[in-house]
């Protein structure tokens, strides 16, 4: 290899790693978004509403706490085990906290209004979102698993931000959601893909109940054929 060529393929991997380290600041930024104070005179207001839409709101809360409660859990778990290494398993401890901020955050709105929150999860079996990550024992399935995760956390968001009436309440769901495409790209950057294909499907499009197995069964095809 020619010189030329070995600083090239030094320059981009140079790149890649600035371009994950800036996507995991600004992940970091956003997952600050959804803080108590922003959220608590939101949630007076939903306390006012006693109609069809108050429940509505109320319902989309929880559905985003058990979401943030079952992925907090999922990047504890990766964290604290032995199959991540590296750049993944910084990444996962890093998202771990951001997951477990939303989700505090969204709790302590919602039991401001004297609702209680849905229960954290102790184990990933039983928790729908969490579908195939007992099985994910390479890191790449893992990964895979953490991308059709990010996936599904961006479809909650799309479906349950539009329920949302309190302006900063709806801000803060949407800050949250678009964190999760951060994430998203993170996790495809480290697992290789093109940049290209990032985005290729479409969200509202998608069955995406089935991502997370679909992108574990490509990881594991990946494998075998590697």
């Given at each position: 290899?020619?010189?030329?060529?070995?600083?090239?393929?030094?320059?981009?991997?140079?790149?890649?790693?600035?371009?994950?380290?800036?996507?995991?600041?600004?992940?970091?930024?956003?997952?600050?978004?959804?803080?108590?104070?922003?959220?608590?005179?939101?949630?007076?207001?939903?306390?006012?509403?006693?109609?069809?839409?108050?429940?509505?709101?109320?319902?989309?809360?929880?559905?985003?706490?058990?979401?943030?409660?079952?992925?907090?859990?999922?990047?504890?778990?990766?964290?604290?085990?032995?199959?991540?290494?590296?750049?993944?398993?910084?990444?996962?401890?890093?998202?771990?906290?951001?997951?477990?901020?939303?989700?505090?955050?969204?709790?302590?709105?919602?039991?401001?209004?004297?609702?209680?929150?849905?229960?954290?999860?102790?184990?990933?079996?039983?928790?729908?979102?969490?579908?195939?990550?007992?099985?994910?024992?390479?890191?790449?399935?893992?990964?895979?698993?953490?991308?059709?995760?990010?996936?599904?956390?961006?479809?909650?968001?799309?479906?349950?931000?539009?329920?949302?009436?309190?302006?900063?309440?709806?801000?803060?769901?949407?800050?949250?959601?678009?964190?999760?495409?951060?994430?998203?790209?993170?996790?495809?950057?480290?697992?290789?893909?093109?940049?290209?294909?990032?985005?290729?499907?479409?969200?509202?499009?998608?069955?995406?109940?089935?991502?997370?197995?679909?992108?574990?069964?490509a990881g594991d095809g990946d494998e075998n054929g590697g």
């Amino acid at each position: 290899m020619s010189g030329a060529q070995e600083s090239g393929r030094v320059d981009a991997s140079a790149h890649e790693a600035l371009r994950r380290r800036a996507l995991l600041a600004r992940g970091a930024w956003l997952a600050g978004a959804a803080t108590l104070p922003a959220l608590l005179g939101p949630a007076r207001a939903l306390a006012q509403d006693d109609g069809e839409e108050g429940d509505a709101q109320i319902e989309a809360l929880r559905r985003m706490i058990s979401a943030e409660q079952a992925s907090a859990l999922a990047y504890r778990q990766a964290a604290e085990g032995d199959v991540l290494r590296g750049e993944a398993k910084a990444l996962a401890e890093e998202l771990r906290g951001a997951e477990d901020a939303h989700a505090k955050a969204f709790t302590a709105a919602l039991e401001q209004i004297g609702f209680e929150a849905p229960e954290a999860p102790d184990s990933p079996a039983g928790v729908e979102l969490l579908e195939g990550f007992e099985e994910a024992d390479s890191e790449r399935k893992l990964i895979g698993f953490f991308v059709g995760l990010e996936l599904q956390l961006m479809s909650i968001y799309l479906a349950v931000t539009g329920k949302l009436e309190a302006e900063d309440l709806r801000r803060s769901a949407g800050q949250v959601g678009a964190s999760h495409g951060e994430h998203l790209v993170a996790w495809r950057l480290l697992r290789g893909d093109a940049p290209a294909d990032f985005f290729k499907g479409k969200a509202g499009s998608l069955d995406l109940s089935e991502v997370t197995q679909q992108e574990t069964a490509a990881g594991d095809g990946d494998e075998n054929g590697g």
